[in-house]
């Protein structure tokens, strides 16, 4: 167990609509990145926030958006869904902002229908 | 931005035998450089990592290996168990991790 915990493990919906997948980080981590895996595919980074703030954007589709509260905890938006969207959604998390390990949750399992 | 190659895609190797998977980078400020293992439907699990100030860290029965010159990382697994068996990723980052599309490893007995 990494001490990343994601909600839900799995997400069944239609074409067209919109979902929030929650993410909290390890106590003490200030950072949270959202990783893609398609099936089969490797991980795409999506976005990172720090404390709050976006540091980085990765191959992350305009219909798609991150925040981070105050309580560090993040969601990540999907709207107008496609049937391309399905994937395994990650989250990790890190102490810093760059070049530190990072750890990984269990992932929320999207499948568009 | 980073890319990162890795090679090969599957490998299939006998129980006890040694397990090598390569990576290379093309952005020089790439200074740290983890892997993960992957099994089927968890999460990717950080199990060894380097940073640019060390050519070589073990741990147990796995090493990575760094050559900066020629922009390429390898990991090695000795004495391999069935239990290896599972999806390898390299990664690499200048600021954030950059992933190799994955090595489908095998141990057979």
């Known amino acids: 167990d990494s001490g990343v915990t994601q909600t839900p493990k799995h997400l069944i919906t239609a074409t067209g609509q919109r979902v929030t997948l929650r993410c909290s980080p390890r106590?003490?981590?200030?950072?949270v990145y959202w990783y893609q895996q398609s099936l089969d595919q490797g991980l795409q980074f999506l976005i990172q926030?720090?404390?709050?703030?976006?540091?980085a954007k990765g191959n992350i589709l305009e219909r798609f958006s991150a925040q981070q509260f105050p309580d560090l905890h993040s969601e990540l938006n999907l709207s107008s869904l496609e049937l391309g969207d399905s994937a395994l959604y990650f989250c990790?998390?890190?102490?810093?902002?760059?070049?530190?390990?990072?750890?990984f949750g269990p992932g929320t399992r999207l499948t568009v229908t | 931005g980073e890319n990162v190659e890795q090679h090969p895609s599957t490998l299939s190797v006998q129980e006890g035998d040694s397990a090598v998977i390569k990576c290379t980078y093309s952005?020089?400020?790439?200074?740290?450089f983890p892997w993960y293992k992957q099994e089927l439907g968890k999460r990717p699990q950080l199990i060894i990592d380097i940073r640019s100030n060390v050519g070589e860290k073990k741990d147990q029965r796995i090493a990575v290996t760094l050559n900066k010159t020629a922009k390429h990382f390898s990991l090695h697994i000795t004495e391999t168990q069935p239990e290896d068996s599972a999806v390898y990723f390299c990664a690499a980052s200048p600021r954030k991790l950059t992933f190799g599309t994955g090595t489908r490893l095998q141990v057979t007995l």
């Open positions: 926030y720090y404390n709050g703030e976006e540091r």
């Open positions: 952005d020089s400020a790439s200074n740290y």
């Open positions: 990790a998390s890190s102490t810093g902002d760059g070049t530190y390990e990072q750890y």
């Open positions: 106590s003490g981590d200030l950072s």
